[in-house]
C-alpha cells in the first residue's frame, strides 16, 4: 500500500512539475502542424506588449513582428520607442505603432490607455513591463520602490488584462500573456517583494486561464528563471555557474513558441529543467538555497 502511494505521490509531482505543460506543447504543436494556422488568423492582427523597449519585452515584439502581427509598444522613454518602432516596422514589414506612458504614475494613466488602445483589433497582449528594487533586505527597500513594484508588478498587468479582456471575448478571441518569474514558486529572500508581486502574477493567470475555458480566449503566463535584462544586472555576476541565466531573445523565441500550446510555461526548456530541480528541494531548503544566490551581493553592497 506504502509503495502505491509513493508512486501516486510521484506521479502527481511529475505531472503538475513538467507533465502538463509538456503535454500541451506536444499536442499543441501537432494542431498548429495540422491547422498551418497563423497567430494572426488565430488570434488578431495586433499585439500590444508593455515594457517594450528592452529585455524580454523587445524580443517578444521582434518575435511576434516576423510572425505578421502589426504591434503596439509601450514603454516610457519616447526615444526608445521611436527607434525600436522604426527598426521592426522595416525588419519585418508590420504596422508598428507606440505609446509613451510611465506605469509607475498610478491609476490615473489607465483611462488615457484605454482609448489610445481602442482603435485596434488586439489578438495577443504581453504584460511584461515590471520593476526590480535594488538587491537587499525588504527592511531596506524604500516606500517609492514598494509603490513603484506594485504600479508596475501588479496593477499593469492586472488593469491592462481587465481593460482589453472584454473587446477579446465579444470577438471570441484572444490570448493574455503574463511574464511572472520562477520567484513566482519560491519565495527569495533579499528579493521579498518582488517574488510576491511574480506570485500574484502566477496565481492570476492560472485562475484567469480557467475561467476563461470555453470563451475563445486564453490566458498564458510565462516564469523563467534568471535572463540577462537590465533589471537582473545588479546581481546576474555573481550567480554561480550551475544556475543558467539566459539571453532575452532565447527566452522570447521559445516563449512565442509556446503561445497556445500551453497556458503555463518557462518559457526556454532548460529553464524547466532548472525549475524541476528546485522542485525536488523542500520549500524551505529551496527558499535558503534562493537567498544564498544572493546574500554574497547583498553583503558587497552594505
Given at each position: 500500500m506504502f509503495w502505491?502511494?509513493?508512486?501516486?505521490?510521484?506521479?502527481?509531482?511529475?505531472?503538475?512539475?513538467?507533465?502538463e505543460s509538456l503535454s500541451s506543447v506536444i499536442w499543441g504543436t501537432i494542431r498548429s502542424v495540422v491547422r498551418k494556422e497563423k497567430l494572426s488568423q488565430r488570434y488578431g492582427p495586433w499585439a500590444v506588449i508593455t515594457g517594450a523597449t528592452d529585455g524580454i519585452g523587445k524580443c517578444y515584439a521582434e518575435c511576434l513582428a516576423s510572425k505578421g502581427l502589426n504591434i503596439m509598444l509601450i514603454s516610457r522613454?519616447?526615444?526608445?520607442?521611436?527607434?525600436?518602432?522604426?527598426?521592426?516596422?522595416?525588419?519585418?514589414?508590420?504596422?508598428?505603432?507606440?505609446?509613451?506612458?510611465?506605469?509607475?504614475?498610478?491609476?490615473?494613466?489607465?483611462?488615457?490607455l484605454r482609448e489610445k488602445l481602442a482603435s485596434i483589433d488586439i489578438g495577443l497582449l504581453v504584460n511584461n513591463v515590471g520593476f526590480l528594487p535594488e538587491l537587499g533586505s525588504f527592511a531596506q527597500?524604500?516606500?517609492?520602490?514598494?509603490?513603484?513594484?506594485?504600479?508596475?508588478?501588479?496593477?499593469?498587468?492586472?488593469?491592462?488584462?481587465?481593460?482589453?479582456?472584454?473587446?477579446?471575448?465579444?470577438?471570441?478571441?484572444?490570448?493574455?500573456?503574463?511574464?511572472?518569474?520562477?520567484?513566482?514558486?519560491?519565495?527569495?529572500?533579499?528579493?521579498?517583494?518582488?517574488?510576491?508581486?511574480?506570485?500574484?502574477?502566477?496565481?492570476?493567470?492560472?485562475?484567469?486561464?480557467?475561467?476563461?475555458?470555453?470563451?475563445?480566449?486564453?490566458?498564458?503566463?510565462?516564469?523563467p528563471s534568471i535572463v540577462q535584462t537590465n533589471m537582473a544586472h545588479q546581481y546576474t555576476d555573481g550567480i554561480p555557474w550551475y544556475v543558467l541565466v539566459l539571453e532575452p531573445d532565447q527566452m522570447a523565441r521559445w516563449g512565442v513558441f509556446t503561445i497556445g500550446k500551453t497556458a503555463h510555461t518557462c518559457g526556454h526548456w532548460l529553464h524547466c529543467l532548472q525549475i524541476i530541480w528546485w522542485a525536488f528541494l523542500p520549500l524551505t531548503l529551496a527558499i535558503r538555497f534562493a537567498g544564498g544566490l544572493f546574500v554574497k551581493d547583498v553583503n558587497k553592497m552594505k
Open positions: 502505491w502511494i509513493g508512486v501516486y505521490a510521484v506521479l502527481l509531482w511529475a505531472y503538475n512539475s513538467f507533465l522613454t519616447e526615444s526608445k520607442l521611436i527607434k525600436v518602432a522604426s527598426e521592426i516596422e522595416q525588419k519585418y514589414g508590420v504596422e508598428t505603432r507606440w505609446i509613451q506612458v510611465d506605469f509607475s504614475d498610478g491609476p490615473h494613466i489607465y483611462a488615457d527597500n524604500t516606500e517609492s520602490d514598494l509603490l513603484t513594484l506594485i504600479n508596475l508588478n501588479v496593477m499593469a498587468t492586472t488593469m491592462l488584462t481587465h481593460m482589453i479582456l472584454p473587446a477579446m471575448k465579444s470577438r471570441r478571441r484572444g490570448i493574455v500573456i503574463n511574464v511572472a518569474s520562477s520567484s513566482g514558486y519560491v519565495p527569495i529572500p533579499y528579493l521579498t517583494a518582488y517574488s510576491a508581486s511574480k506570485a500574484f502574477v502566477v496565481n492570476f493567470s492560472l485562475a484567469l486561464s480557467h475561467e476563461l475555458r470555453g470563451t475563445g480566449v486564453e490566458c498564458q503566463v510565462v516564469s
